[in-house]
């Protein structure tokens, strides 16, 4: 440093970086890029090169930030809810073994009447389920054999007078 320089300032010209004077850097030490894509000698792509502006580099180290900070509070909560939890539990028993609950009494039967709309819907469903039975358990062979019976008798009526009608006249 020089001694004359004011305090707190650095002299450019006299400060060096790795032996060489900050004023002696030119454009001949800084990497060159001549495309956007470094290629290889037969002129491939080999690498792509992320230039992080100033934009991308603030909202990334935002988006960094709060997830960290988002991470570290939901950690924070659950370790503590889990404490919580902890503490109760040891409380309940601490309390129970000192001042043992009451049993709950055992519950009694209670009797409730049904209201009118109850009483229609137990008498709708017991109407509904009688037919449904007696449509399950009918017996349609032996209705047919009825009905047949029955229909041979009235034609047996019909045509047993008409017979002997025709019996009668031939005679």
């Not at 060096?16 to 037969?42: A, K, M, Y």
Request: glycine share 6%; with cysteine; aromatic share 8%.
């Amino acid at each position: 440093m020089d001694g004359n320089a004011p305090r707190g300032r650095m002299n450019l010209e006299s400060s060096s970086v790795f032996g060489r004077n900050l004023l002696e850097v030119n454009n001949h030490d800084l990497p060159t890029q001549h495309s956007l894509f470094p290629t290889n000698t037969l002129g491939l792509c080999t690498a792509l090169e992320v230039d992080m502006g100033f934009t991308t580099g603030f909202i990334g180290g935002i988006a960094l930030t709060s997830s960290l900070f988002y991470i570290s509070l939901n950690l924070h909560e659950r370790n503590r809810l889990y404490q919580s939890h902890l503490l109760r539990q040891q409380s309940n028993l601490l309390r129970n073994i000192t001042d043992p609950q009451p049993k709950e009494p055992s519950q009694t039967a209670r009797h409730l009447v049904p209201g009118l709309a109850d009483r229609l819907k137990y008498r709708w469903n017991t109407e509904l389920e009688a037919a449904v039975r007696k449509i399950q358990h009918f017996d349609y062979e032996q209705w047919r054999r009825e009905a047949e019976d029955k229909v041979s008798a009235v034609f047996s009526k019909g045509l047993g007078s008409a017979v002997d009608e025709a019996e009668k006249k031939t005679s």
